[in-house]
């Protein structure tokens, strides 16, 4: 007896994407596509209404909420969510996997590996592109960055979701100031966004 065939639903903003994706999984007799997604919000109501086995999930989907806090609301519901981008930094990696990614692949991986880590979510077992293992197990080796206790109390008012101005306010310093030591902490946790420096901040322990 055969087992059924893994459900999964594509989430990606671009149409020619999906429709690569939708061929290419298409060769394989035991992976079924049962729904597409544009969007963050249509994958979260799709995945709620078609349950699939796995969703495959793009990071950026242009407007609305992004694939990050589209995994986040999946996953919470049970439902695996396999990563497939092309955005390997350390902050996107960690904010897929708080989210409760099930695993992270690239768009480079060949067609073999992707079908595999489909295989392996659906099990509910995480896959990792070679990449990106290679940046979770350096990172886990790194050693903690040291950040002056200024720069702790702007994380964890930029944790709490304030702006330069809210922050200067809070901290009696001036906006100039408070946007120097976002640049050092950026440099320091090895991100570029505000949300990637308290995802990783976090990640090690780092907000007062």
Excluded at 127 to 134: E, R
Aim: proline content about 4%; some cysteine.
């Amino acid at each position: 007896m055969t087992s059924p065939a893994v459900r999964i639903l594509l989430c990606d903003d671009h149409a020619v994407v999906r429709a690569g994706l939708l061929a290419l999984l298409g060769s394989e007799p035991d992976i079924e596509v049962v729904g597409e997604a544009g969007s963050g919000e249509e994958a979260v109501a799709l995945a709620a209404r078609l349950t699939p086995d796995v969703v495959l999930m793009d990071l950026q989907l242009g407007e609305g909420i992004d694939g990050v806090e589209a995994t986040r609301r999946i996953a919470a519901t049970g439902v695996h969510v396999l990563v497939l981008t092309t955005y390997d930094t350390d902050a996107d990696i960690t904010r897929a996997i708080e989210a409760g990614a099930t695993g992270y692949l690239l768009k480079a991986e060949r067609p073999e590996e992707l079908f595999a880590a489909i295989r392996s979510a659906a099990q509910g077992r995480t896959t990792l592109s070679p990449p990106v293992a290679s940046r979770v197990m350096a990172r886990m080796r790194r050693p903690l960055p040291t950040l002056t206790d200024r720069e702790r109390d702007i994380l964890g008012q930029l944790s709490q979701g304030l702006g330069n101005r809210d922050i200067a306010r809070a901290l009696f310093i001036s906006e100039a100031t408070v946007k120097t030591h976002l640049g050092r902490i950026y440099d320091k946790l090895g991100v570029d966004t505000r949300a990637g420096a308290v995802a990783v901040a976090k990640e090690q322990r780092l907000l007062p």
